[in-house]
Nanobody, 119 residues
């Protein structure tokens, strides 16, 4: 089992930047495909970005392409989400997700971190 703890959220003005971190403990991060999701009030949780276990492959939702960058440091057991040019519609709770690349039914979530973008 892996424990995920997100940090780095906060209040920022539109056009600003934030970097979220997701620290993993319990197992080596290289075992997992990692992703960031977000959930705004009254909306379903949606995928934002994903990165393969090696970092060699990434995926981004259309709404964040060119603005967000997902990265990972397996030596530090940490995944990052660099968010630039933030918009009010990016306001949400952001969650980190780990999916075991061998047992894909093994999925873990962090507790979330709030990101609020003011206009």
């Amino acid at each position: 089992q892996v424990l995920l703890v997100e940090s780095g959220g906060g209040l920022v003005q539109a056009g600003g930047s934030l970097r979220l971190s997701c620290a993993a403990s319990g197992r080596t991060l290289s075992r997992y495909t990692m992703a960031w999701f977000r959930q705004a009030p009254g909306k379903e949780r949606e995928s934002v970005a994903e990165i393969s276990w090696s970092g060699g492959s990434t995926y981004y939702a259309d709404s964040v392409k060119g603005r967000f960058t997902i990265s990972r440091d397996n030596a530090k057991n940490t995944v990052y989400l660099q968010m630039n040019s933030l918009k009010p519609e990016d306001t949400a709770v952001y969650y980190c997700k780990a999916r075991d690349r061998i047992r894909s039914d093994y999925v873990y979530w962090g507790q979330g971190t709030q990101v609020t973008v003011s206009s």
